[in-house]
């Protein structure tokens, strides 16, 4: 049914290749228990079936609009739909991913209730071929705002300002985005192949004068689509920097860049770094090292002094290096380092059978010599996802580990603990127990000698 007033909310799907995940997808959509929105679906240039899928079903399904463009990369298909969008919000939704069927249903309820600018909602990921899904805490923290922002679900001023990066992150589709405010602030898809949502996500949140939040979760991301782009970044190595360039500017632009600077230089260095330790091309990486030391440093605003008075001081000495280093030296540094700390010596413990889930995203905590057998292990078994390393004494093996306080804001599955003896280990568990971390996530094995 279409209706001729102007819908609650416009469903964008930028489409490129989705293969067998295509039909799934649209078929959650078509199938809301609320019928008050619009689909658009933007085919941006498939070398597959997708355009031909969908121009069938839209003779059968009237609320769905397909749009067909050449291929220029999910910002411009996104920024396509947005412009024929009629909704008073819109949403944007991947094209692999699976929908509650009670998703708009559910969304109209809460923005009806709360008329935000931005609602935030919950969700979690799936791995390809598998039915569990995990949890994903990055997308909606609750924890982290105020009494008051979290009796009314919606944001103070004070913890807009203050804690906006950690009550969500730069995910586009867990947020539902009023068009006139868009509108208003100019807020567009930056063309950015490899991370094209993070800089309209970031100016829109920091420029939203009303954000609400519901804990509900509506949306499932899959993980380890081949054609997905977390799966492709490696092809654009220095596209979170051109993200969060973007951002930046957008802000500075708008008159929000130093109200929200802090937030952004803890946002940004993070990304930066973890970007550089997780790409495994040896070309990405210099790439990307090679911008950061030449420019990009400096033009992310990332000074010892900035990253000091925005709380990022864990990592002034990485930032250090890497301004004063070339990429060779960055190398052999890192080896030696490595190689001092006993790292790249034989194993020592073996790495028990955790009972866990494969491609669960687990954190190793403790870089004694049972980390360093631990994280050879789970590296060479790619059973896992190491998501982060972590120990009190990170600064031992500067390029490697991060400190515990990582852990709060990361998303993970698991903590294994690598601790030698069980009163270690008891103490450790404890700690991360009285800051709000859940019991069962935590794992601790008796490490056995090879």
């Not at 791995?127 to 899904?133: A, L, Q, Y």
């Not at 800089?199 to 939203?208: E, G, K, P, Q, V």
């Not at 654009?236 to 230089?265: N, Q």
């Not at 004694?368 to 994280?375: I, R």
Request: proline letters at 2%; charged letters at 25%; one cysteine or more.
């Amino acid at each position: 049914m279409i209706r001729n007033d102007r819908p609650m909310i416009s469903i964008v799907m930028p489409v490129h290749n989705g293969g067998k995940y295509l039909k799934l997808a649209v078929n959650d959509i078509l199938c809301q228990t609320d019928t008050d929105f619009e689909f658009i679906a933007v085919e941006d240039g498939s070398e597959d079936k997708s355009r031909a899928f969908l121009q069938n079903t839209q003779l059968i399904h009237k609320q769905l609009k397909v749009i067909c463009q050449d291929n220029m990369g999910g910002g411009s298909a996104r920024n396509t739909g947005l412009a024929e969008a009629r909704g008073r919000y819109v949403l944007f939704l991947d094209d692999d991913d699976r929908f509650e069927h009670t998703l708009v249903e559910e969304l109209k309820e809460q923005l009806n209730r709360l008329n935000p600018d931005i609602l935030v909602f919950g969700g979690d990921r799936f791995h390809n071929g598998m039915s569990k899904t995990f949890a994903s805490p990055a997308l909606l923290c609750t924890g982290v705002l105020s009494e008051e922002s979290q009796e009314k679900k919606i944001l103070t001023e004070y913890d807009c300002q203050n804690a906006i990066l950690k009550f969500t992150n730069t995910t586009v589709w867990n947020k539902v985005f009023r068009k006139d405010f868009l509108i208003k602030h100019h807020i567009m898809f930056q063309s950015n192949p490899g991370n094209d949502t993070l800089s309209f996500t970031l100016t829109a949140l920091c420029c939203a004068q009303k954000i609400g939040y519901y804990e509900k979760i509506l949306v499932h991301y899959q993980e380890g689509n081949p054609e997905g782009q977390i799966a492709n970044q490696y092809k654009w190595p220095t596209s979170i920097y051109k993200a969060l360039l973007d951002g930046k500017e957008a802000l500075e632009l708008r008159g929000k860049l130093l109200i929200y600077k802090s937030a952004f230089v803890r946002y940004a260095v993070q990304k930066c770094m973890s970007r550089l330790e997780m790409i495994q091309s040896f070309n990405g990486q210099r790439e990307l090292y090679q911008l950061l030391h030449d420019y990009g440093i400096q033009k992310l605003g990332l000074t010892e002094k900035e990253l000091k008075e925005s709380g990022a001081e864990m990592y002034i000495d990485k930032i250090r290096r890497i301004r004063m280093y070339s990429y060779e030296e960055y190398l052999y540094k890192r080896f030696a380092l490595i190689q001092g700390t006993g790292l790249l010596c034989r194993t020592v413990y073996r790495l028990p059978k955790l009972g866990i889930e494969e491609r669960a995203r687990v954190v190793l905590y403790g870089c004694g010599n049972v980390g360093k057998s631990y994280y050879i292990q789970l590296i060479n078994q790619k059973k896992y996802r190491i998501v982060l390393w972590v120990a009190p004494d990170y600064e031992q093996i500067l390029f490697c580990v991060s400190s515990v306080e990582q852990i709060f804001t990361a998303g993970f599955d698991y903590i294994v603990l690598a601790e030698e003896d069980e009163a270690s280990a008891l103490n450790v568990k404890e700690f991360l127990i009285s800051r709000g971390i859940d019991d069962n996530k935590i794992i601790w094995i008796p490490p056995e000698i090879i």
